[in-house]
């Protein structure tokens, strides 16, 4: 980034970007961030998507929930005054599904990803700072799981645990158990690279323990790479999601979720096409939101790209 | 290296100036410190033994791959093991061998009552830490200070290793610091608990040279205040001159020379000491050719038979090559690690 460079110079401190505190990583990263369009930009859809899906009423006068707000006689109706995105196979008006649908996905993304950086950032910390037999251990069950294809080990695992217990859980779970791993080995090299440092040495030298040393000095200098992937994940999660539902393995009906849109909708396309292509527009721009946001943090804290 | 290490009597060796019979704080006695590594075993420090009391200083002198800062790092119990062993030695402070202390015994002991400083403070402070949230850490983890007052100590503490507006700059992270300052930083932290002895391995390598001569004054005035001993490693004869007590000079792994410190300069009674002096610019000898010591370092996987220092050795004989010297006494505080000591005392080559 061109500002890193103007710090380490005092000819250049005259300029008015002196009025930036040069400080650590975060601030710095922070101070990328705020001037960088694509993170504002995708910031700005990620709020409003969080929005929507904690209060779609705020969006949607219908209550999709409410079975009665559908009107056979209107199935597949094109787009209207009344129904903006028209109406789906069961005439229930597709723009208030599509809303009531954004909290599946949120939901799902950001618990499979938090689920996902805890496990594989709690494991992966423990590896690489023990190493030796923990870290073997951790590292052969995380290629064990790392083996397996994601959709296909995700199939398994909700076909195993049956459309009758399917939703929002189930999906999570059949997520995280499968993407842990790669959190595990990214914090686990960013650990054992942390912990050769002389400060990790130095603090040793000064008397702190092992967990102090573990939490305190190597976990703040090691966590920047997971950030990069957990913020990354949020999309890759939201659109596994959908294809996962839209597969008939994910959310059930009568849950909404856009993935399942898709899939009611697909056979009557060229019929009716408004009901498959709003919930997939909205899919494509969250998704896009989050990649946006992802590709900004890597940018920011990423020192190689610096 | 094939041949046994050969037995140093310690009681011969002028361990402890201090009053006969009582124990130093610091002793190191015969430690071995030996690598595991792919291309063999690395014996890094073999037998060597020193000793230290309060308010003294000891230079531990040697170039890169002596020993000298993996015998520091022994006695800091910060060594990696595995790859690395102690297969023979003590290390006693106030007569207990650290050696045989727990872990979590060694824990205490790091940091209140032996500290070190580091070579380059750059890398030696935590980058995502303010400077003063790392000082403060000392006294919050160790004294069970509250923050506000662990705080206060820390300015207190960056007063008195004189870094200017200690209150505007507490918040300030490392590398908002020039070198010399963030090196002021390393010696805070060290010396926040009151240790009794302090460690300061190369302090003033990663300095430019008039920095380096306000660190060690530095050093020297904060040992006089509080009577702590100090261990300084080093590989530069200049910077030992004025604060040292006594010097102990490493190579390949033993110590081949102990002395008081002007006792070395004066008259050097091991080779590779002489040596090292003779390599030292100095202004009286401007246009001529500065002395180099021929040779390379030993490589530690491989040693050379006999003396290791024998293949650079102006003084060199046949035994040399064959017999291991031990630590000859010459006076009550000298000793030499070379056969022919007397020759080189008196300055005969041959």
């Known amino acids: 980034m061109s500002n890193s460079t103007i710090t380490a110079s005092p000819a250049e401190n005259t300029k008015p970007e002196k009025a930036k505190k040069p400080a650590s990583l975060w601030s710095d990263a922070w101070y990328d961030l705020r001037h960088s369009k694509v993170f504002l930009f995708g910031a700005a859809l990620a709020l409003l998507l969080v929005i929507i899906a904690a209060f779609p009423s705020l969006f949607s006068s219908v209550d999709a929930f409410n079975p009665s707000t559908c009107d056979l006689s209107r199935a597949r109706d094109g787009i209207e005054s009344a129904h903006w995105f028209g109406s789906d196979n069961l005439g229930c008006d597709t723009y208030s599904r599509v809303i009531y649908g954004a909290r599946v996905s949120i939901i799902v993304g950001i618990v499979a990803t938090l689920a996902t950086s805890i496990v594989g950032g709690f494991l992966g910390l423990l590896a690489g700072f023990y190493g030796k037999w923990t870290d073997v251990l951790l590292s052969r069950v995380a290629e064990i799981f790392f083996a397996i294809p994601s959709i296909l080990g995700a199939l398994l695992i909700l076909a195993v645990i049956g459309r009758d217990n399917a939703g929002i859980g189930s999906v999570v779970l059949a997520l995280s158990v499968l993407a842990w791993p790669l959190v595990l080995r990214i914090m686990r090299a960013a650990v054992i690279t942390t912990k050769s440092q002389d400060y990790v040495l130095a603090a040793r030298a000064l008397g702190a323990g092992p967990v102090r040393i573990m939490v305190r000095h190597i976990l703040p200098n090691a966590v920047a790479p997971v950030i990069v992937v957990t913020t990354m994940n949020l999309g890759v999660f939201i659109a596994a999601e959908a294809a996962l539902s839209f597969l008939g393995v994910g959310i059930q009906s009568p849950d909404i979720s856009w993935g399942l849109m898709i899939a009611d909708s697909r056979n009557r396309f060229l019929e009716a096409p408004a009901p498959l292509l709003f919930p997939a527009l909205f899919l494509s721009i969250t998704v896009l939101a989050f990649v946006m946001l992802g590709d900004a943090v890597r940018d920011a804290l990423d020192p190689k790209l610096r | 290296m094939t041949n046994p290490a050969p037995a140093v009597d310690t009681h011969l060796l002028p361990a402890d100036s201090g009053p006969p019979g009582t124990e130093p704080l610091l002793a190191v006695d015969n430690l071995h410190v030996e690598f595991k590594t792919r291309q063999g075993l690395v014996r890094a420090v073999n037998g060597v033994s020193y000793a230290l009391n309060a308010g003294e200083t000891l230079a531990v002198l040697g170039e890169s791959g002596s020993g000298k800062s993996v015998t520091a790092q022994a006695i800091m119990g910060i060594l990696d093991m595995p790859p690395a062993r102690i297969p023979k030695g003590e290390i006693r402070f106030r007569g207990t061998d ?253």
């Open chain 2, 98 to 350: 650290l050696l045989k202390l727990s872990e979590s015994a060694r824990t205490q002991i790091r940091g209140q009552q032996i500290a070190m400083v580091f070579q380059d403070a750059l890398s030696a402070l935590n980058p995502v830490f303010t400077v003063g949230w790392q000082i403060a850490e000392m006294f919050r983890v160790h004294r069970g200070l509250r923050k506000k007052a662990a705080y206060a100590k820390a300015i207190e503490l960056m007063d008195r290793v004189r870094i200017p507006a200690a209150r505007q700059r507490v918040n300030d992270y490392p590398h908002q610091f020039s070198g010399g300052m963030r090196q002021r930083i390393m010696i805070a932290m060290s010396i926040a608990l009151d240790p009794d002895v302090l460690i300061a391995d190369e302090p003033t390598t990663a300095l430019d040279v008039t920095v380096q001569a306000q660190i060690m004054e530095l050093l020297a005035e904060l040992q006089r205040e509080s009577n702590m001993a100090m261990i300084l490693i080093t590989h530069d004869l200049g910077v030992v001159a004025d604060v040292a007590d006594k010097i102990a000079v490493m190579y390949g792994g033993r110590i081949v020379e102990n002395a008081p410190v002007h006792d070395v300069y004066k008259n050097p009674a091991h080779p590779y000491t002489k040596g090292l002096l003779e390599s030292i610019p100095r202004v009286d000898q401007k246009g001529q050719e500065l002395y180099a010591i021929k040779g390379l370092p030993p490589n530690l996987l491989d040693m050379p038979s006999g003396c290791a220092f024998h293949p650079r050795c102006p003084f060199r004989q046949d035994d040399c090559v064959t017999d291991v010297p031990p630590l000859h006494a010459i006076s009550g505080t000298r000793s030499s690690a070379c056969h022919y000591w007397r020759e080189v005392l008196d300055g005969v080559e041959r």
